[in-house]
């Protein structure tokens, strides 16, 4: 998470799955990058990089369940399940200040252009392709075009802007911004082809969080009937002293 912020309690999170039960995987995001940056403005969280935001929620992710991810997948060439311990330790690189403003030369064109931010991949997802989001996340964030020394406007540049040119810069935001989209290449033990998966630390988080909400309201219900505890009172407590609790219920 960014220095400075607290740690959300297991009260915060709870009312955070609570209020995701019913969003969309973007809204879901917002959300999940809302706890790990409390108090930080919508404005604020839209306006970063994509790869600021990723990193943000492997920080959040790390500091609530550790280290370590499960992840499942499945080979691409014959179909076998494949299960795996992922160390996150070397995710969630955050893109440098300076890599915020890239420049492309290419033939003619001179383009200088700055990272996609969370609201440019939310306007390129109402896109009908791939490449036509693609498209909209080049124009969309370039600052500046020059082709043979004269400048583009934003509203001719989706029709000019070769194809090549609009490849390098993809390229060129990815190499500055490595967060924004992280592809595991996963040998398969069964017939050793190699399979890509993108791991979308939103819908891992999510589903990490559900489950344990779901177990954290499973305690709160068991030991408010052997206690007359209320939900805050049990939530006070440490993990560690609440599962002694609940073995002392087990035991008697």
């Not at 915020?100 to 939310?122: Q, S």
């Not at 390098?168 to 911004?177: F, G, N």
């Not at 408010?224 to 599962?243: M, V």
């Amino acid at each position: 998470m960014s220095p400075g912020t607290t740690p959300v309690g297991p009260a915060e999170l709870l009312a955070a799955w609570e209020t995701g039960l019913s969003l969309g995987t973007a809204e879901r995001s917002l959300l999940l990058h809302r706890a790990a940056r409390p108090g930080a403005g919508t404005d604020a969280l839209l306006s970063v990089p994509v790869g600021e935001r990723e990193a943000d929620l492997f920080a959040l992710r790390r500091s609530l369940f550790g280290e370590r991810m499960q992840v499942r997948t499945e080979c691409g060439s014959c179909g076998e399940a494949m299960e795996f311990d992922l160390d996150t330790g070397a995710l969630g690189a955050r893109p440098a200040a300076g890599d915020r403003l890239l420049r492309v030369a290419e033939d003619d064109w001179v383009v200088e252009f700055r990272l996609p931010t969370v609201a440019d991949l939310a306007a390129a997802g109402a896109a009908a392709s791939s490449a036509d989001a693609r498209r909209r996340l080049v124009t969309g964030c370039t600052v500046r075009a020059l082709r043979g020394g004269e400048p583009v406007t934003a509203e001719r540049l989706a029709a000019l802007l070769p194809e090549r040119v609009e490849r390098l810069i993809t390229e060129k935001a990815a190499e500055a911004d490595p967060t924004a989209e992280v592809t595991l290449n996963v040998a398969c033990p069964a017939c050793g082809e190699a399979t890509r998966a993108e791991l979308d630390i939103t819908s891992y988080l999510w589903t990490e969080l559900d489950s344990w909400a779901r177990d954290v309201l499973l305690d709160v219900h068991l030991l408010a009937t052997a206690y007359g505890w209320s939900e805050p009172d049990i939530l006070a407590l440490s993990p560690t002293r609440r599962r002694y609790y609940l073995e002392l219920c087990t035991d008697g």
